[in-house]
């Protein structure tokens, strides 16, 4: 297992706003917002999140999970592996001090995606969200300098009012890949399955109504997650709300 304990801090920074340029732009115009200090390990987390998620998408092997678990194992010793964004993200987490079961959780979403996992209730669905989106908002919490804990968990709400966000975004998309967010209770109930929605079957008057109602539960979420952002310094406050605002508008 190669690794590399190299300080090239700038250079790292660099490959991973290069990595961010394609498929991250709300992300990259809030950045631009964030008190400088804030935009490099921003960056890196962010980096770190779109690898884990694509190398999953490259790598189908039975083991690719672990490898990336052994990879954030590294990551948290201190030791990372030979690239700039394992790299920028164990010096990321060295200074801020982010718990190792916070990025191991993500992981942990992002292989429910891998198994093709589908949601029964909404309940299983916010666990799904908690995990690859409100751990990046503790992650990101945890950079501005926030670490009590009920204002970590309005990051969280706000991961999770984004996630469902973007699973309403996009149902047709997800359909045609075989995959199906919106909980099977919740469809049921408008006589639907996840087997007709991927089949394109399903009444589309009937989804639309799971995806609207699942709307104004991302909507409970963005409430919440408004009372914790005065507890954020204001640059970063800002940042974090023009973000949010953007997510919103699209639901």
Same mark, same amino acid.
């Given at each position: 297992?190669?690794?590399?304990s190299?300080?090239? @801090?700038p250079?790292?920074?660099?490959?991973?706003?290069?990595?961010?340029?394609?498929?991250?732009?709300?992300? $990259?115009?809030?950045?631009f917002?964030? =008190?400088?200090?804030?935009?490099?390990?921003?960056? /890196?987390?962010?980096?770190?999140?779109?690898l884990?998620?694509?190398?999953?998408?490259?790598?189908?092997?039975?083991?690719?999970?672990?490898?990336?678990?052994t990879?954030?194992d590294?990551?948290?010793?201190?030791?990372p $592996?030979?690239?700039?964004?394992?790299?920028?993200m164990?010096?990321?987490?060295?200074?801020y001090?982010?718990?190792?079961?916070?990025?191991? /959780?993500?992981?942990? #979403?992002?292989?429910?995606?891998?198994? #093709?996992?589908g949601?029964?209730?909404?309940?299983?669905?916010?666990?799904?969200?908690?995990?690859?989106?409100?751990?990046?908002?503790?992650?990101?919490a945890?950079?501005? @300098? *926030?670490?009590a =804990?009920?204002?970590?968990?309005?990051?969280i709400?706000? @991961?999770?009012?984004?996630q469902?966000?973007n699973?309403?975004?996009?149902?047709?998309?997800?359909a045609?890949?075989?995959r199906?967010?919106? =909980? /099977?209770t919740?469809? /049921?109930?408008?006589? *639907?399955?996840?087997?007709?929605? *991927?089949?394109?079957?399903?009444?589309?008057?009937?989804?639309?109504?799971?995806?609207?109602?699942l709307?104004?539960?991302?909507?409970t979420?963005?409430?919440?997650?408004?009372? @914790?952002?005065?507890?954020?310094?204001?640059? +970063?406050?800002?940042?974090?709300?023009?973000? +949010?605002?953007?997510?919103?508008?699209?639901?």
């Open positions: 297992m190669q690794r590399s190299e300080h090239s @801090g250079a790292d920074i660099a490959a991973c706003r290069a990595l961010l340029k394609t498929g991250s732009r709300t992300f $990259q115009a809030a950045s917002l964030l =008190p400088r200090r804030d935009r490099d390990p921003a960056s /890196a987390l962010y980096a770190f999140c779109r884990a998620d694509e190398s999953l998408d490259i790598d189908c092997e039975v083991g690719s999970i672990q490898r990336l678990n990879r954030l590294y990551v948290n010793r201190g030791s $592996q030979a690239h700039p964004v394992d790299r920028a164990m010096r990321v987490v060295e200074q001090a982010i718990p190792k079961h916070v990025p191991a /959780a993500l992981i942990e #979403g992002l292989a429910w995606d891998r198994a #093709g996992r949601y029964e209730t909404l309940a299983d669905l916010q666990a799904y969200a908690a995990r690859v989106a409100g751990t990046v908002g503790v992650m990101m945890l950079v501005m @300098g *926030v670490r =804990p009920n204002t970590l968990a309005r990051a709400d706000l @991961g999770i009012a984004m469902l966000t699973i309403c975004r996009d149902v047709r998309e997800d045609l890949e075989g199906v967010y919106l =909980p /099977a919740r469809l /049921a109930d408008v006589g *639907v399955t996840p087997e007709a929605l *991927v089949r394109g079957t399903a009444d589309p008057d009937a989804v639309s109504q799971v995806v609207l109602d709307i104004a539960v991302a909507e979420y963005y409430a919440s997650a408004w009372s @914790g952002l005065h507890y954020l310094p204001f640059r +970063a406050r800002f940042a974090i709300l023009v973000a +949010a605002r953007v997510y919103r508008r699209i639901g």
